[in-house]
């Protein structure tokens, strides 16, 4: 008999009461065994929350959360964010305000030659023109 705090029987006790959302994955093959999947796509975000304690400021955490938009949103339409980023930043301070949307992710892959047209192709449409906002704007 295990004593009432045994961490083995607290085990047993979580396996035993969450039984079929622990098996359902065995009657339906879609179900992924693991969740690595989810975990991949919210590390950029967990980074960024351990990372943000040393930004220095709150100008600083704003200006480190436009640069992982923009990363994001270049990553979500496939396109290479060192290339972007790269081509923006050289170009982004002779330019005039009114031609700065022509930076923004989509625009800027459909600008760029075949290779990254075809990427984007179809997926424009779905995409929203604004970059991807780790912050709420105040």
Known sequence: MLPPKDPIRDAADYTLK???????????????????ASERAIK??????????????????KAAAIHLSLVASAKRIGIDPVAYL???LGRINSMKTGELEQLLPTRWA???????????AGEAESVSEKPV??????
């Open 44 to 61: 950029d975000f967990v980074l960024m929350r351990k990372n943000a304690l040393f930004v220095g400021s709150d100008e600083g955490g």
């Open 133 to 138: 906002a780790f912050i709420q704007p105040p």
């Open 110 to 120: 459909e600008s760029q030659p075949a290779k990254t047209s075809e990427i984007i």
């Open 86 to 88: 790269t081509d923006v």
């Open 18 to 36: 969450n039984w079929l959302a622990l098996t359902r994955f065995l009657k339906d093959a879609d179900i992924d065994l693991d969740n690595n």
